[in-house]
């Protein structure tokens, strides 16, 4: 199986990758995993974004397109995949469906996982950690609350709040995703491959759905 999975920031694609890679034995492809990679194999690609991966800064969609192609072309390439993050965009699409062609892999489905945006801005926003560097627990106002509120149950640090978790910047991100995903939708359901599955509920219980639809589709789990 080969999939794309697709969300916005806080719909829990990362979640759902991982288990579809622990329970399908899909190799877990994250764009965070193939910029540390190809900086660490010291790749022309990875030479050339080391630069922005230290600074913090988004690393541009040609170096991007291009580690990604560098993973697909190596004799180790993964046959069957999910991938998680990527592609973001119209362009990152375009760039991946042709080095899947020219590797003669073949996509069996893009499930974009679909959640409200209050929704997503709740679960975000929630979230808090112990900036103690011994500790670094995490907490949620609502999932997860600390026993006393703003302090860590382990060691009674004051909990901090990491500024892309703060409301209006997780909205902004909303605004950011929606501006690329209609192009990208369009894009994949053109190809018949876009599956669309609810990311609201339980892990479980999201993760059942998405195989179903799977399923039903014809796709092979």
Known sequence: MRLILHGAPGSGK??????????????????????????RLKTPAGRLAKPYITSGQLVPDDLVNEMIADRFRREDRP?????????????????????????FLLLDAVVQLLVDVEE???????RWSCPFPNCMATYHTIHKPPRVAGVCDEDGTPLVQREDDMEETVRRRIVVYNQNTQALVEHYRAQGLLRQVSGTGDIETIYTNMIQVLGQAGTSC
């Open 14 to 39: 990362g979640t759902q990758a991982r288990l579809l890679s622990q329970r399908l034995g899909l190799a877990h492809i994250g764009t965070g995993d193939i910029l540390r990679e190809a900086v």
């Open 79 to 103: 046959e069957r995949f999910v991938m998680d993050g990527y592609p973001r965009t119209l362009a990152q699409a375009a760039s991946f469906d042709q080095v899947l062609r020219q590797e």
């Open 120 to 126: 997503i801005v709740g679960r975000l926003s929630g």
